[in-house]
């Protein structure tokens, strides 16, 4: 089990960081609004919520295909 999570999060942490930098790029988190707000938080509060949003959103989708990719109890995966 830890293996396959181990499987999940590194891939998935390296694509956040890509995720992060490239949205961030394009925008800047001072700018964006918010339900009617701008700025709530400061520009580095931004870039770490981003990332962590980016890496749950990327564990996710990995996870969920190691769990996809398994074969039945009982069958040889192919």
Partial sequence: MAKQ???ALWPSFLVAAGATGAFF???D???LHWFG???VFSRQA???LGFFFF???CSV???LSLWLSQAPEGQVPR
């Fill in 29 to 31: 988190p001072l700018e």
């Fill in 46 to 48: 931004f870039y770490t």
């Fill in 5 to 7: 999570l181990i499987w």
């Fill in 37 to 39: 707000q701008a700025g």
């Fill in 55 to 57: 890496w749950v959103l």
């Fill in 25 to 27: 790029s394009a925008f």
């Fill in 61 to 63: 989708s990995a996870g």
